[in-house]
């Protein structure tokens, strides 16, 4: 079992930037081997979307409203998970959540933590 935790969000102002968090805890060995790592995020009366991810092997991808101005990254020795998102627009306001995404061979439910909110004003 795997706990998935988010910190970071909070509000800003259009241009600003944070930076988010995803700890993880539990049964945490090879997390990063065994799971695709990524990003969420559910704008309200809209569906939930991918925004960032990274593979076991380390290849990002993002969603084409953020690129260049998002980036997923993993810290091992922590066990963390980071968005840091720049430039942030209104649009970006919504509930950030991270996923754990089981990778090839590994037979479980994804893990998601319980979301963060990011609000961003004009």
């Known amino acids: 079992q795997v706990q998935l935790v988010e910190s970071g969000g909070g509000l800003v102002q259009a241009g600003g930037s944070l930076r988010l968090s995803c700890a993880a805890s539990?049964?945490?060995?090879?997390?990063?081997?065994?799971?695709?790592m990524g990003w969420y995020r559910q704008a309200p009366g809209k569906q939930r979307e991918l925004v960032a991810s990274?593979?076991?092997?380390?290849?990002?991808n993002y969603a084409d409203s953020v690129k260049g101005r998002f980036t997923i990254s993993r810290e091992y020795a922590n066990i963390t998970v980071y968005l840091q998102m720049n430039s942030l627009k209104p649009e970006d306001t919504a509930v950030y959540y991270c996923?754990?995404?089981?990778?090839?061979?590994?037979?479980?439910?994804?893990?998601w933590g319980q979301g963060t909110q990011v609000t961003v004003s004009s």
């Open positions: 539990g049964r945490t060995g090879r997390i990063f081997n065994i799971n695709a």
């Open positions: 990274i593979t076991p092997g380390g290849t990002t």
């Open positions: 996923n754990a995404h089981p990778w090839e061979g590994v037979h479980r439910d994804d893990y």
